[in-house]
């Protein structure tokens, strides 16, 4: 089955820096890589999500790179602010009916002022 | 977006006893859902998949008889913890996927936070 390992699993940044995080997944038949954002006892919440199709998305301060030959997709924010501090999340899986996400262990993103 | 919602937000129950948590999506249907567990600081565990109309399947170390899965409708699924003891107590969080055609993105409840006394 499918395994995603995140990295890193905290990462603190200054207000206005940028911030990485990186993961990586094991099986190459997985087409859809979403994000997810969770606040303490809260949902996730999807931030943005990537198909195989595509290299990069952009949305705004938010942006997802996939490589493909190396099972890799990164999240990257700009211009961080205090309140995207949370429990970032990367997934992975085949996207189709019966199948589900497959979770990264999470990236706790500090932004400090 | 799509809606999950879930029931109750919170319960505290004593060890033995057996407790029903409901997820429901409300503006689409769902053949598939699909229960989490997350233990404190720690990641999403999939637990397990309903299957509208058909037996859950489980993933590998989960309790089918501990944890029952029913999905009886389109629109609603249950997880039912049998005989509870401390070591179940925590974040229940089912999702589920809009096939409709809008989107296939996969939406979260709201979650369950299960103590057991």
């Known amino acids: 089955g499918e395994n995603v390992e995140q990295h890193p699993s905290t990462l603190s940044v200054q207000e206005g820096d940028s911030a990485v995080i990186k993961c990586t997944y094991s099986?190459?038949?997985?087409?859809?890589f979403p994000w997810y954002k969770q606040e303490l006892g809260k949902r996730p919440q999807l931030i943005i999500d990537i198909r195989s199709n595509v290299g990069e998305k952009k949305d705004q301060r938010i942006a997802v790179t996939l490589n493909k030959t190396a099972k890799h997709f990164s999240l990257h924010i700009t211009e961080t602010q205090p309140e995207d501090s949370a429990v970032y999340f990367c997934a992975a899986t085949f996207n189709q009916a019966g199948t589900a996400l497959i979770f990264g262990k999470g990236t706790t993103l500090s932004v400090s002022s | 977006g799509a809606v999950v919602s879930q029931h109750p937000s919170w319960v505290i129950c004593k060890s033995g006893t057996s407790v029903k948590i409901e997820c429901r999506s409300l503006?689409?249907?769902?053949?598939?859902m699909f229960w989490y567990r997350q233990f404190p600081k720690q990641s999403l565990m999939l637990m397990a998949t309903?299957?509208?109309?058909?037996?859950?399947?489980?993933e590998q170390g989960v309790e089918k008889d501990k944890f029952l899965i029913n999905h009886a409708s389109l629109t609603l699924s249950t997880l039912t913890v049998t005989s509870a003891h401390p070591e179940d107590s925590s974040f229940y969080i089912c999702?589920?996927?809009?096939?409709?055609?809008?989107?296939?993105?996969?939406?979260f409840g709201p979650g369950t936070r299960l103590t057991v006394l």
């Open positions: 099986d190459s038949a997985s087409n859809y």
């Open positions: 309903s299957n509208e109309g058909s037996k859950a399947t489980y």
């Open positions: 999702s589920a996927r809009d096939l409709s055609g809008r989107t296939d993105t996969q939406y």
């Open positions: 503006d689409f249907q769902a053949t598939t």
